[in-house]
């Protein structure tokens, strides 16, 4: 993966990608195989954050994104990587105070 983080005396960001490998080498047990291959997918995230000082405290305002290429996500190691996906693009939107 490769990332990056920015930030200022109020602003503050960060971008970041992730790529996993295909994995199509799995465990057998006499000749029969006990996982099944996974395909390589990208995974981006990105996010910035406000922060403020005002009479009452500290406060801030940050949005986030993931997934931003609403890849199809299945992790490897899942044990349910064959029904399930990963969560797809998302967002969140926060406000925080400190006082």
Excluded: C
């Excluded at 996982?35 to 406000?50: D, M, Q, S």
């Excluded at 190691?77 to 990963?86: G, I, N």
Aim: aromatic letters at 12%; proline letters at 2%.
């Amino acid at each position: 993966g490769l990332g990056i983080d920015y930030s200022t005396f109020k602003w503050s960001g960060f971008a970041q990608i992730q790529h996993y490998l295909k994995q199509d080498r799995v465990a057998t047990s006499r000749g029969v195989d006990l996982e099944t291959p996974t395909a390589g997918f990208n995974i981006v995230n990105a996010g910035v954050r406000y922060d403020w000082a005002g009479n009452l405290g500290e406060s801030q305002v940050a949005l986030t994104g993931t997934n931003l290429l609403d890849s199809e996500v299945r992790y490897h190691t899942s044990f349910v990587k064959d029904k399930v996906l990963a969560p797809g693009r998302g967002a969140t939107l926060m406000l925080g105070a400190r006082f």
